[in-house]
Each structure stands twice: as C-alpha cells, then as structure tokens.
C-alpha cells in the first residue's frame, strides 16, 4: 500500500513538473506577451518576467517592444521641376499596444515597410529639387506624419523619418556644378567691386588730407622710396606727381614785401618818313641790268 502511495506520488509529482514545464513562460525586459485561449485574445498582456500558460490550449505571442530601424529602399521618382531622381531613407518606430499589432495587421513590419515607399515616392513627386537637397527637415515631417495616420490604427508609431540621399543624373550634377561656379564669380565679383568702391572711397579723403597738407604728399613719397629700395632692385622706377611741382613752383614764388624791379617798358617803334621807306622798297626792289650803248662801226655795218 505504502509503495503504491509513493508511486502515485512521484507520478503526480512528475506530471505537475511536465506541467509545470510546458506552461511556463519567460518573456524579456523589452518584450510583451499576447495570450490567444482557444484562437481568442486574451484581454490581459503579459509582462517581463515568468508568466504561466494552459499548455495545448493557450498560445503566447511575444512582440518586441524596442524601436525599430528600417531602411527603406530607394525609390525612383520625377520631382515637380521634372527632375529624375533616386531617394532612399530610414523609419525608426516602435510598437505601442502589442495586441492591435499581432491582431489588426498580419506583418507590421512589412506593413509599415510598405507604407514607408509609397510615401516617399509620394513626397519626390510633391516636392522640387531644391527642396529635396536643403529643406530635408520639413521633408521628413511630412513624410513621417504621411506613415504615421495608417500606423497608429496597427499599434505602431513612428518615432522618426530621415531621407538618407538623394542620388541625381551625371547631367544634373553638372549643371548643378557650373551653376554653383557661376554664383561663387559672380559673388566674387560683387565683393570685389564693393572693395574697389570703400578703397576709392579712403583714397579720396586721403587725395584731400594731402591737398590740404603738401608736405604730407612729399613724406608719402619718400615712403614709398623707403620701400622700392629696400628690394635690393638694379632700377628704381621714381614717380614725379604734379602736386609736388606746383609745390615747388609755389615755394619760388617772391615773398610779400620784397620791392620788385619794374619790367622795361616795350620799344616803341619812331615813325619813318615816306621818302626813307620809298628808299627802302628800292632798294629791295632787283636792279635792272645797265644797257650799252652800240659801237658806231656796229651800227654803220647794220645799216648798209
């Protein structure tokens, strides 16, 4: 009897270890348990820890709790401005109320994958290329707010969105590349021209500082002496400025109060009387050559 008695006990007591076995549990620190009795859901979710099942009649999902990095894959659009682009990005997100994910959808990772490319192919044709190269903030909102109306009703939220590149045609990039060029001349022309413009502008006050000051332009001359020799040149280039002439001419002019010679008075020319000037044209006139008288033998032989 006694040994029947402890035979029956260590059979129970085997069962309830098998039991205890097959219904136990453990679910992780970042996962939840969802419990369906007999295909049914079970209202309450279980927690981290040790947790105990109707071994063949309940069946327990766990569902990871932990934010979620998906890539996206790049996805091939026209923008508004008619450019061909290729735009790949990346969804963080996590599982909020684990029943409505194991329950509403049949994969959420692979709902919210799907949902992810329809949105961005949607958002590349909403938006401009500019806009998809610098105004990638308000890019990714929209994109997040565009997965995340869908996804609250599976359990899920989306925690963040961010395009990771934008890939652009070689013919783009080019013309994007002369572009930028012709903007950095043209800006550097402007600076340029604003630095003529202000150096003009002090080289003027100092024309008139030296205007005022004559000596002043004599010591910037002799400055600037100072400086060409001391290259050690074989030819020293010295410019004369006007200014230093009219200074010079300046300090030889008489000083006041110093008598001054009265300058001679012209030649007045006398008056000549007519017969002395008829004598002058005379004798400018040419002389007419003397005539000879012809021998009288000449002139009888002529006349015979």
């Given at each position: ?65 932990q ?106 990039k ?36 030296m ?6 332009l ?20 010295l410019?004369?400025p ?9 300090a ?9 010679q ?5 030649l ?33 032989s002529?006349?015979?």
């Open positions: 009897m006694v040994e029947e008695l402890v035979a029956a006990g260590v059979t129970l007591a085997s069962a309830g270890a098998v039991y205890a076995m097959a219904a136990a549990r453990v679910v992780k620190q970042y996962e939840r348990g969802v419990v369906f009795r007999l295909g049914r859901l079970r209202p309450e979710v279980r927690g981290p820890g040790l947790t105990m099942v109707v071994p063949f009649v309940d069946r327990l999902r766990k569902v990871n709790m934010i979620v990095t998906m890539p996206v894959p790049a996805q091939e659009g026209i923008t508004r401005d008619n450019v061909t682009v290729r735009v790949d990005a990346v969804v963080y997100f996590k599982v909020t109320s684990p029943a409505e994910a194991i329950v509403r959808v049949e994969d959420y990772r692979f709902a919210v994958s799907q949902m992810a490319q329809t949105s961005l192919r949607s958002i590349i044709g909403k938006s401009e290329l500019d806009d998809l190269l610098s105004n990638r903030e308000k890019l990714n909102q929209g994109l997040e707010l565009m997965i995340d109306s869908p996804a609250v009703e599976w359990g899920v939220t989306i925690d963040r969105v961010e395009i990771k590149d934008v890939s652009l045609p070689e013919t783009m080019r013309s994007m590349a002369r572009q930028a060029e012709a903007d950095r001349e043209r800006r550097a022309r402007v600076i340029n021209a604003d630095a003529e413009l202000q150096a003009s502008k002090k080289l003027a006050e100092a024309a008139q500082q205007s005022e000051t004559p000596a002043a004599q010591l910037r001359l002799l400055q600037t002496v100072v400086a060409v020799a001391a290259e050690k040149n074989s030819t020293l280039v410019p004369f006007v200014e230093l002439l009219r200074f010079l001419e300046r030889q002019q008489p000083v006041a109060g110093v008598p001054q009265a300058p001679a008075a012209p007045q020319q006398a008056p000549v009387a007519p017969q002395m000037a008829e004598q002058s044209v005379q004798e400018q006139l040419p002389s007419a050559p003397p005539v000879l008288d012809p021998d009288p033998a000449e002139a009888k002529g006349q015979d």
